[in-house]
């Protein structure tokens, strides 16, 4: 009976992380949408849809991806002030900030210091993470230092902060598939669809912020 009793605990359990992973794909399809479009409500989304999969990779125990997305949450304030701020100088130059997207340019400075961090942040996470019990190290450092690279670029309206996605998610599709997390490797894959979309829409409908 106590085995019973177990079991049916563990199937509830398992019931309410699969109900956390599509409510992350529900949340996760608008995000990425209002991305391409360069919609700031794009970033509430992204605080539902950071909490859920931080969640999700938790269970897992992917903790470098369980950090990464309670970062994206945090992020999403900062990228909706740093949006808006975007929106009103646009505005001041161009007298119409519906007209395009706002783009800021990716400076050597901040390329270097990318580079550096991704570098550093991929050999830290993989040596944490190994103490830590990961079940996919190497992919679960280098997808986790990609994002955050990807992220800060994202809420600086770096256009090329897309070509980081199609990379980064492309292999988190291959390491939910691999640790069984079918609906979040649908939302990754849907990911690197809209990540290939938005690059040239934006490289082809921005316009630059002085």
């Not at 605080?47 to 945090?74: D, E, K, P, R």
């Not at 002030?81 to 050597?108: C, F, P, V």
């Amino acid at each position: 009976q106590q085995v019973i009793a177990y079991l049916r605990k563990l199937s509830w359990f398992m019931d309410i992380i699969k109900l956390i992973e599509i409510f992350a794909l529900v949340t996760g399809v608008p995000y990425i949408v209002l991305e391409v479009l360069q919609k700031n409500s794009m970033w509430y989304f992204g605080i539902a849809t950071g909490l859920a999969c931080a969640y999700s990779f938790a269970v897992q125990h992917l903790w470098s991806n369980m950090a990464l997305n309670i970062y994206y949450a945090g992020m999403s304030v900062w990228g909706l002030y740093q949006w808006r701020k975007d929106s009103r100088a646009m505005k001041a130059e161009a007298g119409d900030a519906a007209a395009s997207i706002h783009l800021n340019r990716l400076g050597t400075k901040a390329a270097l210091w990318s580079l550096a961090a991704f570098v550093a942040g991929t050999a830290v996470l993989i040596w944490a993470l190994r103490l830590a019990g990961d079940s996919n190290v190497f992919l679960d450092a280098v997808t986790s230092s990609m994002s955050v690279v990807a992220t800060f670029w994202l809420g600086r309206s770096i256009p090329y902060h897309w070509l980081v996605w199609i990379v980064a998610n492309t292999a988190l599709v291959v390491m939910c598939l691999d640790g069984g997390q079918h609906w979040l490797a649908v939302l990754y894959l849907a990911y690197v669809a809209a990540a290939v979309y938005g690059l040239f829409h934006w490289i082809r409908n921005g316009k630059y912020v002085n």
